[in-house]
Structures are given as structure tokens and as C-alpha cells.
């Protein structure tokens, strides 16, 4: 059993790590609460709780060996000694990625009484997003009762779900006596102010109640669990950890009811190296093999935002990269990442002249103070999960926001054996469209966690003239790294809206429903009617890409494209005839 550690008995990396992650965590993007305590993703190995109750913390396991740890951070280093903790990382902010189509996608056909007569019937498909608007006709069923089981909101105080430490938790009886009180939100206070969640719920899910059943979603008869995620009281962005908690939610409920869940998550963020490899990526991957789930997560909307930069570097080589920054911000990062092996310094040149200094291996964590702003620099070190060195900067302005102009990032190499690196600026949902890379790469730019493995990557195209949407994100040119899976409408998608009735909206997030909604219908046909007790996960996604339309003129897998669009009729052709060729060994059991 580890004893308490006098933190001025610590060593030298342990004093350094908790400086590090301390000042990461104050100038990163993420929300700090009014006290000292912040909360922590923990990788561990034996009993994380009595850690955490030894320094005073609270600590919620997620999922085998994952946790969240909310602790004093003057603390951080003590937690860092103990053995059980195999590594720490803090969380980030995510931004929602937002932002008739049946046909295309090869779905009215599957919904047919004369064909498949698939509706998700049995099936629970989550959405973790802005909330639902649970007073929408199209998440009720013909007797006006709801077919919402849960609604978990993030955003207030309440009675959380069991396990769970914060937010207010609906059940379905909740619902449905708001829905007949002339003041509902008296019962039922969860409101999707944004209407995103709603609009991605209406797609996946929605039975077009609203429109007389013409405006209806893929999965119409399939069950819904919503989850507002979101710091209590804030609804404008959700941190990592909230979505961590979201999915452990939805999957425990899922399991709870025996039924299988199809499960939408569309956020996207650009703060990470982008391979997969942060704790946030991993555990998603590791949670999707728990239960019968699939995880469906858009590519993002930063296709032809200019915010990703590729570059390569020789020894002795001077750099310089020129981005733009729009006015009104108060604050912007830049998450620089590059092979370890590679030693260069960097230097940002601000529009009048300021400068940061030259930043190498010597200046680990530094704060840099100017005249109108604040510069905080953590240059870092490869973990036990990645080889890969970032070299992060956070700008805040002092007073107001800083004035729009021309920003200069000098690299200085030294010795070189790789030479490649990779720079990312915040999302267009952070930044907007005016701040940008004056020499920027479109490839590359699928937002995380949709690079996490086992999920199901969903990229954006125009279904009325066969293009890939200009903004959807594209993965690498090289296919054998993180690309989409599947491409799915994402331009003016009429869906439902917030308040009632129905509106158009684009961006991936209302690509991935299709595919959410998709994935429930096949799971109900494998699972629910037993032609296929597996089909779900990596399998179910093996399938979509099988059934995908080709085009004849494009070679895949691609970057933009993945395995071609949507089109679950030929998914469901191919389920079939794999089905009959007597191949399913479990058919004999």
C-alpha cells in the first residue's frame, strides 16, 4: 500500500511534472472551477480509490482501468508518484462539429414493409450532444407518450445518475409527465438552447410525428437516451471528461435493458497529435468493445478551414509560417507536433513586432509576458503511449482581444533525421473562418476523438451532386493511417429544429446520424431478429464499408471519401448473402 508522500521529499521529474501539468492545465482550454480542484484522466492499475482518498480527492472509474480524478492541483505531483497511476492527462475542450436523403443513402428501401421493414425497433440510439427537445412530436410515439428513456443533463444540479457525481437525470415517467404538464420544464428543466442534439436526434431517429411521418429519421421506432453534455452551468462547450462520462452512461444503460446501442457523439477539437494515442482516444476505443455498440463520431468540419499546416525540415534550416488571425479573440493556441528525434527551436513573431524568444528543449513549461498579452509555452516530452513531441502555445490577450493581423512561427532546426511535423490551430468553432494558415493543408484534418480507433469515422458530402463537402475533414493521403470510414449527406439536411417544426442544417454533425441510424437498423436486424448476434463494433463497420457506392471515376479508400458513400441496402444485400452462404458458424450452435 503506497504511504503519503511529503511533496518537498519528491525528485527532481516529479517536482517538474506537476509544474507541467499545473501550468498546462491553467493555460490550456479548459474551463477551471472558482476553486483549486480540477479534474484529471487517469490510467491505472490497482486501488485508484484509496489514492485518491489518501490525498483527499474524489476519484469516478470509468472503465476498467480508466479514471477521473478531480484533485487539489498543487496535488498533481503526489498522484503522479504513486504506482498505481500509469499515466495522467488533462482534459480539453470539444465543440460540437455543426453546424429527401433517404434515398441516397440507400434507406427508404431497408425501411419497407415489402423489404427489410427495418425501424430500430429495440434498439437504443444515444445521442451525447447539445440535449433533445423532448416536447418535439417527432421523439413521441402516436399516443403522445415519449420515447426517450433518459435524458442525463450535464449542465445542472439535480439528482445525477447513479454513479455519478454531477448533473440532473430524467427517466422516461419524468418525461412523460412534463410533456403532459402545461409547464413542463417545471418537471423536466432540460433545455437544447443550441439545437444541435435535436437536429442530430431528428436524423437518427426522429419518426417525422411532426410532418404527418414525411420528414421521418432512419431509425424511427428505436428507443433514445440523450445526454446533454456540457461544466455545470455551461452549455457552449463540453471538456473530454464530460463525454468519458456520457459514454460509460449510455453503454450502462444499454446493458441495463439488454438492448444494443448505436451511439452518436458529434464533437470535434484539434488540441492533440491527432494519431489515436491521448487517453481520451483510448479509452474510447476501449469502451467501444464493451456491450453491443458502435460508436459513430463525424470527421469535423475543418476540411477547408486552414487551420492544419504539414511541413518538413532539414538540419540547420530556418522556417518561417505565416498564419492569420482574425479579430475579436481573447485567446488562441497553437499545438505544434513533431518526431522526438528531430531538435529544432521555435519562435512566434506577433503582428507588431513582439516576440516570444527563441523557445527550445531548456524552457519546458514558460510564461511569457508582453506588453497587450500573455504567451504560455509548454514545450513537451513523449509519453509511454507515443513517440511524438508537442510543442504547445497558448495566446491570451491582457485586456480585451487582440487586433487581426499576421502572426509568424519561426523553426530553427539543428540536427534532423525525420524532418516532418504537423501544427494545428483551434476549430472553426473556436475561431472562426478568420484565422487561419497562410499555406494550409486540407489532408490531415479530422478532428479528434473521430481519430480514435473502433469507431466509426463519418465523412460529409453533397448528396445532390456526388462531392465531398468542401468543409468535411479529410484524413491522411497515406490510407493506411486514420481516414473516414464512410461519407453521408451533410448539406442542407432538413431535420427537426429546436421548438418545433423542422429546418436545414450542414456540417458533418448531421452526417453521422445517418450512420448512427444506420448502424441501428442493421443491429436490430443481426441482434434483435437473431440473423446475427455479433453485429455490431468493428463488424458492423467492416460491413458499411463493404456496402459503400463506389464511384467509378475515384479510387478507394480515400481521404476524403473513406470507402465510398452510404448505402444500406447494399449493406444489407451483402449481410444477407453472407448470411445464406452458411458461412455464420454460430448458425450451427
Avoid at 479514471?67 to 497511476?85: C, F, H, Q, R
Avoid at 403532459?180 to 438552447?193: A, E, F, G, M
Avoid at 506577433?350 to 509576458?369: A, L, Y
Wanted: hydrophobic share 40%; glycine share 10%; proline share 4%.
Amino acid at each position: 500500500m503506497p504511504k503519503k508522500i511529503n511533496f518537498s521529499a519528491y525528485s527532481k521529474q516529479n517536482e517538474l511534472f506537476a509544474a507541467e501539468i499545473t501550468n498546462q492545465y491553467e493555460f490550456a482550454e479548459v474551463l477551471t472551477t472558482p476553486s483549486n480542484e480540477i479534474e484529471v484522466i487517469v490510467k491505472f492499475n490497482g486501488d485508484i480509490v484509496k489514492v485518491a482518498e489518501e490525498l483527499g480527492a474524489e476519484a469516478e472509474i470509468i472503465y476498467l482501468n480508466y479514471a477521473i480524478i478531480t484533485i487539489d492541483k498543487t496535488k498533481i505531483g503526489t498522484l503522479n508518484s504513486y504506482p498505481e497511476v500509469e499515466h495522467i492527462e488533462l482534459p480539453k475542450k470539444v465543440y460540437f462539429n455543426g453546424p429527401n436523403n433517404l434515398i441516397s443513402t440507400c434507406v427508404s428501401s431497408v425501411q419497407r414493409d415489402n423489404e427489410f421493414n427495418l425501424t430500430g425497433k429495440g434498439v437504443i440510439v444515444a445521442i451525447i450532444d447539445s440535449g433533445i427537445d423532448y416536447l418535439h412530436p417527432d421523439f413521441q410515439n402516436e399516443d403522445g407518450t415519449s420515447r426517450i428513456l433518459f435524458i442525463w443533463d450535464q449542465t445542472q444540479t439535480g439528482t445525477p445518475p447513479v454513479g455519478f457525481y454531477s448533473g440532473a437525470e430524467y427517466n422516461n415517467q419524468e418525461i412523460n409527465n412534463a410533456i403532459l404538464n402545461s409547464d413542463p420544464y417545471l418537471i423536466v428543466q432540460s433545455i437544447d438552447t443550441s439545437g444541435h442534439g435535436t437536429a442530430v436526434a431528428g436524423i437518427a431517429a426522429g419518426n417525422g410525428r411532426a410532418s404527418g411521418g414525411i420528414n421521418r429519421g432512419i431509425a424511427p421506432d428505436a428507443d433514445i437516451i440523450a445526454v446533454k453534455v456540457g461544466y455545470k452551468g455551461y452549455e457552449s462547450f463540453a471538456r473530454s471528461t464530460e463525454l468519458m462520462r456520457a459514454l460509460k452512461y449510455v453503454i450502462d444503460k444499454a446493458r441495463r435493458f439488454n438492448k444494443p446501442v448505436s451511439i452518436n457523439m458529434s464533437f470535434g477539437m484539434n488540441n492533440g497529435s491527432h494519431k489515436g494515442d491521448s487517453l481520451f482516444e483510448t479509452f474510447i476505443s476501449e469502451i467501444s468493445t464493451n456491450w453491443k455498440t458502435s460508436i459513430v463520431i463525424p470527421t469535423g468540419n475543418e476540411g477547408s478551414a486552414g487551420h492544419h499546416y504539414h511541413g518538413k525540415v532539414e538540419s540547420n534550416e530556418v522556417v518561417e509560417i505565416d498564419f492569420f488571425v482574425g479579430s475579436g479573440l481573447e485567446t488562441s493556441y497553437l499545438s505544434l507536433w513533431k518526431n522526438f528525434v528531430d531538435n529544432f527551436t521555435v519562435e512566434l513573431i506577433f503582428p507588431d513586432g513582439n516576440s516570444t524568444g527563441v523557445i527550445g528543449i531548456e524552457s519546458q513549461t514558460k510564461i511569457i509576458r508582453r506588453p497587450g498579452f500573455t504567451v504560455n509555452i509548454f514545450y513537451g516530452q513523449p509519453s509511454h503511449y507515443s513517440v511524438s513531441q508537442e510543442i504547445f502555445l497558448v495566446a491570451n490577450a491582457n485586456k480585451g482581444t487582440f487586433s487581426e493581423g499576421i502572426f509568424k512561427l519561426k523553426i530553427r532546426s539543428q540536427i534532423i533525421v525525420d524532418g516532418n511535423f504537423d501544427i494545428w490551430l483551434p476549430t472553426l468553432e473556436e475561431v472562426g473562418d478568420t484565422t487561419f494558415f497562410s499555406d494550409p493543408t486540407i489532408y490531415n484534418t479530422i478532428t479528434i476523438p473521430c481519430t480514435a480507433a473502433k469507431v466509426i469515422r463519418v465523412a460529409g458530402y453533397n448528396d445532390r451532386v456526388g462531392n465531398i463537402a468542401i468543409f468535411s475533414g479529410r484524413g491522411n493521403l497515406d490510407v493506411q493511417t486514420i481516414i473516414p470510414d464512410i461519407a453521408a449527406p451533410a448539406v442542407d439536411i432538413l431535420t427537426t429544429k429546436s421548438g418545433g417544426g423542422y429546418d436545414t442544417f450542414t456540417g458533418t454533425s448531421v452526417a453521422a446520424p445517418f450512420v448512427t441510424g444506420a448502424a441501428a437498423l442493421i443491429m436490430q436486424w443481426g441482434i434483435i431478429q437473431k440473423n446475427d448476434p455479433f453485429l455490431y463494433g468493428e463488424r458492423l463497420k467492416a460491413f458499411l464499408r463493404l456496402g459503400a457506392e463506389r464511384r467509378k471515376d475515384i479510387i478507394y479508400p480515400n481521404a476524403s471519401f473513406g470507402y465510398g458513400t452510404l448505402c444500406l441496402q447494399e449493406t444489407m444485400d451483402y449481410l444477407v448473402e453472407y448470411r445464406l452462404g452458411g458461412d455464420y458458424f454460430w448458425l450451427q450452435l
